[in-house]
């Protein structure tokens, strides 16, 4: 019964995404069924036996990263590469049917990937990149169980490259008083792009992500409060890092951070 209202919510983030890309929805409404589909994942959880914390950590994934793909994917490759690094970390620490779905969701991006990059000849739309945002929450969401709350930062660093660029951007937009629910292109991987183009900077974002997922299977095997403090700076370095990317960008571009 689980995996059939995981895939309801699937279905709502599919269709939602399809109606965007083919007539053009408001921000709200797009949100607001967002966070009904992470309400159904929550719901779904719950009902499996889980606790209400897992349970809310699934309501706010969902709309998070449907939207956090959605606005990385801007560039070729970024937003599917992401997505099937992140897949693969959950298939190496998952088992059972989580695993089976983090291997399908990797063999899907890796069946798409060479059409998206280097040179993107289809490209996912507001459809696919929101599927695989909910997919990202799915499997870390249903994760979430095996990991104790100390490593949940931890267990959450295979999309932490995408949340931080994506977050702190909106953050800054934010600061600025710009309209920040509309389109724009001020992410430090757009301007990256502008300055380097899509390939180099889809892959050093691949490498950052595999590093992170290194450094995240070392602290959960290390466990306990140690993990947890090791994850909380990982954090901390990849805003960090994106600060000065960000002011670097922004300089060259006639922008003040």
Known sequence: MFWYWAGVG???????????????????PR????????????????????????????FV???????????MDGIDGLATSQA????????????????????SVLAACLGFLPFNYPKARIFLGDVGSGVLGYLVALLLAVGLPA???????????????????AGMTLFWRILRGERWWQPHVQ?????????????????????????????MLVL???????????????????MLLWFWLHRKTGESEGFSS
């Open 10 to 28: 699937l279905l709502v983030i599919a269709c939602i995404g399809w109606w965007d890309d083919h007539r053009s929805l408001p921000a709200w």
């Open 31 to 58: 949100l607001v069924t967002h966070v009904v589909a992470g309400a159904v994942l929550a719901f779904a959880l719950w009902r499996q036996g889980q606790t209400v914390d897992v349970a809310i950590m699934a």
């Open 61 to 71: 994934l969902v709309p998070v990263l449907v939207n956090v793909w959605n606005f």
């Open 84 to 103: 099937a690094l992140c897949a693969c970390a959950a298939s190496v620490c998952g088992s059972g049917a989580a695993q089976v779905l983090a291997l």
């Open 147 to 165: 990991q104790p709350k100390a490593t949940w930062l931890v267990w959450l660093l295979p999309a932490s490259l995408m949340w931080v660029d």
């Open 187 to 215: 992410h430090v991987y757009q301007r990256l792009a502008r300055r380097v183009g899509h390939r180099r900077v889809t892959a050093v974002y691949a490498g950052w992500t595999a590093l992170a997922i290194g450094i």
């Open 220 to 238: 959960l095997r290390l466990g306990g409060a140690g993990a947890g403090m090791g994850g909380v700076v990982f954090w901390l370095v990849s």
